[in-house]
């Protein structure tokens, strides 16, 4: 009786062995669709792990990456708009702690074998900072309009260059002029 029931406890171990691989597998396997959408839409992104290129996408965008135990960096860029990065942690995959508690070392050492063990964050959210907007400064030159020559400091203008202001004179009939005050 006592070999009965270890055969029926030992059967369902092996088979669980391998747990986060089979899983994944049939979910994932060895590789994740890793998405980034930016704010604003339509910055070109790039990812990289130890500095070397994986692949590109422009956004919103998915990527199919190979699982590692190595993270990867997301940059993206659009014009007018400074570089935004993130950091994505190579995490461990839920799955492996039921290799381990199940399957014991021999489960474990084949997903961290083949990366089944291993995910990444998905979907990856950024906002791009607009870039601040050069406004030239305001000096008297480009404050007189177009044809007005520029003042110079301590110099009169000629009186040849000062107009009187246009006169019109009241109406004849003296309706257009009222005092205002005690009439006489």
Known sequence: MKNAARIIFTIPLIFICGCSSIMTDITEGQSQRVSVNTNPPGANCVFLRHGE?????????????????????????????????????????????????????????????????????????????????????????TMQPAGTPEPVIGQQPSPASIQPAPYSAPPAD??????LGNPR
């Open 174 to 179: 003296g309706s257009g002029a009222r005092m």
């Open 53 to 141: 290129m994986l692949g590109s996408i422009q956004t919103p965008g998915t990527l199919n990456l190979i699982k590692t135990k190595y993270d990867i960096d997301i940059k993206c860029n659009k014009e007018g708009y400074a570089q935004a990065a993130y950091h994505n942690h190579s995490d461990v995959d839920a799955w492996t702690f039921g290799n381990i508690l199940l399957g014991g070392v021999i489960g474990w050492g084949l997903d961290s074998a083949i990366g089944s063990d291993n995910k990444y964050d998905s979907p990856v959210n950024l906002t791009l900072a607009p870039l601040p907007v050069t406004i030239p400064a305001i000096t008297s030159s």
